[in-house]
């Protein structure tokens, strides 16, 4: 006990280390970019969806897509230029990579 009590500044270090150090694991998990498009005749958010959302849920990545873009509704018209949220998963291009895929 007294050891606690004449290093109780070193506990509180590691505590706080650790802390950040956790915070810092969940943001780099979640690490978003942005990307630019202009949209084509007959694309859809639902087709856009497919080839840009990854792992997220279509739904959610729509939703997102509105926010970013202050979109009412679904629709999106030909010649609109939209910011579409990707997420970078180093896991995936680890794979991609070991795969051999150099697109």
């Not at 497919?50 to 926010?67: G, T």
Request: some cysteine; overall charge negative; proline content about 3%.
């Amino acid at each position: 006990m007294t050891f606690i009590k004449n290093n109780s500044y070193i506990l509180l270090l590691i505590t706080l280390c650790m802390g950040f150090a956790l915070i810092g694991i969940m943001k780099s998990g979640k690490e978003q970019n942005m990307t630019e498009v202009t949209i084509m005749e007959g694309d859809t958010l639902w087709d856009l969806a497919h080839h840009h959302a990854d792992n997220m849920p279509k739904e959610k990545w729509m939703k997102e897509v509105m926010r970013l873009n202050d979109l009412p509704t679904v629709t999106i018209k030909t010649g609109e230029d939209l910011i579409l949220p990707t997420r970078h998963n180093q896991d995936n291009q680890t794979i991609i990579q070991i795969a051999g895929d150099n697109r």
